[in-house]
């Protein structure tokens, strides 16, 4: 199993009064380092032909599938400070359902640092839903083949009651 590796950049403006990230903040860190890992289209960043191979779900203008978030989940574990090398977003695939996928994370310290740290675990539940009937799709053979080969047991949730 293969974990997904995606560096994202850290902004002056995502530290909060106490000088670490903001807790918000981090759904949008997680939500970046997703859609790189599996939007198809320009609006992920891609280029025509380097998107990575898990970007299997188009999200363009006229897309035939929506990807809606149905559950996320996040164990806060060490602050984040301001960190001028970007941040290493690991990604894996936790549970492939019929018409969802719960995606894992670990954020950690940036790759080659000493000690790596992981800042926090997390994992959300996405619900993929055809566009024109509003209702959840099956994945396709080709979406559970290629994520299949990133799958890892999911988090277990240290602190949870």
Known sequence: MTRLHVPIALRWADLDAYGHVNNAVMLRLLEEARIQVFWADSAAGHEAGDAPATALIDNGD?????????????????????????IDVQLWIGRLGGSSLEVCYEVCSPV?????????RASTTIVLVDATTMRPRRLTEAERETWSAHAEDP?????RR
Do not use: D
């Not at 978030?69 to 574990?77: F, G, V």
């Not at 988090?155 to 602190?159: C, L, M, Q, R, S």
């Open 62 to 86: 006229g897309a035939q599938t929506l990807s809606l978030i149905a559950r996320q989940e996040i164990e806060y574990l060490a602050p984040v400070p301001y960190l001028r090398k970007p």
């Open 112 to 120: 080659g640092a000493e000690p790596q740290i992981v800042f926090a």
């Open 155 to 159: 988090i277990e949730f240290v602190n």
